[in-house]
């Protein structure tokens, strides 16, 4: 299993396809570092918010996680520099995702805090200088950024980083149910480009990202998942109020629940064995929505590794003999599909 763990609902930025601002949780009502002990042996752990450095026992946070996983990565808006540096120093192998949005101008426009960008980018560029390896930039695309998109992928290859992308979805999590792509040609032509980009790069984990754009493009022009979603059987997410999810992407006029409490078990595999666990798999696999979202799709790329694996030594061959990666052609892998999940109500 791969683990989200949501430490905070805080955040400083004033995102703009993103309300989780507006909807902070209290210091007194986030779990306690200790609570984490209950979870089991995962593969990997992506600390998040909110802005996961508002919290000033994240250190103790990153103890326990690491007796838990090989992996911890932070999705984080950059701006706590000097906590992520002093973390950073104690914990060299943590990894980091910083959230930009686009170059300077428009960064700030969306993220509504001015030196949003600068922040981040001296926060990539001081954890290359004190050797964290496992860095990278994090954009969410939306309306007027899709550009951007691109010239931050160049930066992120001339500077060595990894480079991760999504688009705006509408959840609870997000406190957001009107983000739309309206100007979706443009969008997409973009996505388009940096598919074949990242097929030209001689890195397999590029060209296994080129699919994943594919399926942001899918997504885009609302079409089914090219692969299930698994979310709550491949992964699971940890609320700042100690509740077990299937995925950060329900939303209430949908469907919403929790698998169960960490601070009402003695082990998280009460939760996840409980039968109530078994009826919130049941939803997910008749869910209603068709999003692509990588703590979701990434866990099922592994799994199904066989079947998308053709895909991607087809469009490699193609490029290199010159040729085009067709965006418009979007595989669907029959792998055992609940047929109702995917299909609007």
């Known amino acids: 299993m791969d683990a989200s763990i949501i430490v905070t609902y805080r955040c400083p930025m004033r995102c703009k396809m ?18 984490l002990k209950k979870l089991p042996q995962v593969n990997s752990v992506n600390i ?3 802005e996961p450095f508002v919290r000033e026992d994240i250190e103790e ?43 300077s101008c428009k960064n700030d426009e969306l993220r509504g805090r001015a030196g949003g960008f600068d922040k981040g980018l001296r ?62 040609d443009e969008v997409c032509a973009n996505f388009d480009e940096l598919i074949q980009r990242l097929m030209k790069e001689n890195s397999p984990k590029s060209w296994f990202r080129a699919f994943f754009n594919l399926g942001l493009i899918n997504y885009i022009k609302d079409g089914r998942r090219m692969l299930p979603c698994e979310a709550g059987t491949e992964n699971f997410f940890v609320d700042p109020f100690g509740n077990v999810l299937p995925c950060n992407g329900m939303e209430k006029s949908c469907w919403f629940d929790t698998m169960g409490n960490l601070n009402d078990v003695k082990d998280f595999m009460e939760i996840w064995n409980s039968e109530r666990a078994a ?50 052609c979007v595989p669907f892998y029959h792998v055992g599909n609940n047929a109702k999940q995917g299909i609007r109500k």
């Open 123 to 184: 926060t990539l560029l001081e954890l290359r200088r004190i050797g964290i390896k496992d860095i990278g930039f994090g954009i969410t695309v939306s309306n007027n950024n899709s550009e951007d998109m691109l010239h931050l992928y160049e930066l992120s290859r001339n500077l060595k980083m990894q480079f991760a992308t999504a688009s705006f979805h509408n959840s609870f999590y997000f406190h957001k149910y009107d983000n739309q792509v309206t100007n979706i």
């Open 279 to 328: 009826k919130v798999r049941e939803k997910v696999a008749s869910c209603s929505k068709s999003c692509w979202m990588i703590g979701s799709a990434s866990p099922v790329m592994k799994k199904y590794l066989r079947q998308i694996l053709p895909w991607v030594i087809k469009n490699k061959l193609k490029v290199i003999n010159g040729g085009k990666v067709d965006t418009s």
């Open 48 to 50: 998040t918010g909110g």
């Open 18 to 35: 993103c309300n989780i601002w507006e909807n902070p949780t209290k210091t007194s009502e986030e779990f306690k570092p200790e609570l």
């Open 61 to 103: 946070i990153v103890k326990i996680l690491s007796t838990k996983t090989q992996r911890i990565v932070f999705s984080t808006s950059g701006y706590f520099s000097e906590r992520i540096i002093a973390l950073a120093k104690k914990f060299p192998t943590l990894g980091y995702r910083i959230s930009i949005e686009g170059l």
